[in-house]
């Protein structure tokens, strides 16, 4: 080799150096580019998610549902607000339960008594010289009457004064625990969510009316087939039909259309908000498989807002109290339909969903 060659090497040399620098700067944004843009990135930002959802799942039940612990009791009182024995033992009650009897005294048993039905309260206190009368309506709330009727014989025991338990509205026969109800909200929350997410999966190009129709359609179809399961196919509990199939179906079509709102607002990751609110929140402070007085304070309050809690309310109501059916659950179920359709139509152009129903250029028509 000459001098010539090694000379003219060198630069070459250096220059390749160079190159080899900037092409591994290059490859590493170029890489971290290709991850960005391949599926990998959010299936690995999926993994972290599923792993943080799994273990608020587990906690968020856990808390609600694991040791539901008294607090306050709404309880009607059919005796003097002065009275010696009623003091005794509701102080009795109080300490046994590490909790306080909300106590809302009535004339008479019959006033009591229509305040139980509509569920302004979980028990009645008759206290008397000669001993106490309790009253509780296990379907206004089968956590709550069980621990008051496992509590009253021991105070009574404790302050020496007979103490006699009725269950004036006791739970169908076939829901001993009154959990039926609960499932049955539940499986039209889930399914309606999962509703909305495959049609947005298998009928992509719906527009806005159609998707909101399919909605409307799958939702009655699904809250009368839940409906006849567990009614007819199974007589777990004997629903009023009707009215039952109608609030199954209203809230398979709130959780279907909230679920279709984060589409809308935030794409792909919809489902993160909608499990948050409908499963994490939503079902275990609905007051289904635990009573809202047992429940923690304030997912006792949070609950009666949200679909789930409307639902359970209404069921629950529409089979145990149908004379006294509130307005309550109703609006609520209302208002986060309205919420979730209005701002799908407003938004309706940032769905991932939906046809292209411009006419086609003139080129293309003529090329066709």
């Known amino acids: 080799m000459s001098l010539e060659d090694d000379d003219v090497s060198t630069p070459h040399g ?20 290709d991850f ?10 999926l993994v972290f998610i599923l792993a943080a959802a799994a273990g608020l799942f587990a906690g968020s039940y856990t808390y ?60 009645v206190l008759d206290v008397r010289p000669d001993g106490v009368r309790m009253e509780v309506a296990g ?26 338990i009725t269950d004036v509205k006791p739970l ?15 499986a039209a929350v889930v399914l309606g969510f999962v509703g909305s997410i495959q049609l947005s999966v298998h009928a992509r190009s719906l527009n806005p009316l159609e998707r909101i129709a399919f909605t409307v359609a799958y939702s009655l179809l699904g809250g009368f087939t839940i409906a006849a399961v567990v009614d007819w196919g199974l007589g777990a509990v004997s629903l009023p039909f009707f009215e039952s199939w109608l609030i199954l179906a209203f809230t398979m079509f ?19 908000p909608t499990w948050g609110l409908m499963v994490l929140l939503g079902n275990p402070s609905s007051g289904g498989a635990v009573s809202w007085p047992l429940l923690p304070s304030v997912l006792g309050h949070v609950g009666r807002w949200l679909p789930p809690g409307a639902s359970v309310n209404a069921q629950h109501t529409a089979v145990y109290f149908a004379d006294a059916q509130h307005v309550f659950p109703f609006l609520v179920l209302a208002g986060w339909s309205l919420l979730s359709c209005a701002v799908f139509w407003f938004w309706r152009h940032r769905h991932p969903g939906g046809r292209d129903r411009r006419p086609p250029a003139h080129g293309a028509a003529a090329a066709a």
């Open 64 to 123: 609600a549902m694991a040791n539901p612990t008294p607090r306050h009791i709404p309880t009607a009182l059919v005796a003097a607000p002065d009275s010696a024995e009623a003091k005794k033992f509701v102080a009795g009650m109080d300490k046994a339960l590490h909790t306080s009897l909300a106590l809302r005294p009535y004339e008479n048993e019959r006033a009591a008594r229509r305040a139980m039905e509509e569920q302004t309260v979980f028990a």
């Open 254 to 272: 709130t959780s279907g259309m909230v679920f279709t709102m984060f589409n809308t607002l935030i794409g792909r990751w919809a489902m993160l």
């Open 36 to 45: 960005r843009d391949s599926p990998f990135l959010p299936a690995v930002v």
């Open 14 to 33: 250096g220059a390749s150096g160079g190159h080899g620098a900037h092409a591994r700067k290059r490859g590493v944004a170029g890489a971290w580019a």
């Open 139 to 164: 379907a206004a709330g089968a956590s709550v009457a069980q621990v008051l009727t496992q509590t009253a014989p021991q105070v009574a025991k404790a302050i020496g004064v007979p103490v006699t």
């Open 172 to 186: 169908q026969r076939g829901d001993p625990r009154g959990l039926a109800l609960f499932y049955i909200s539940l």
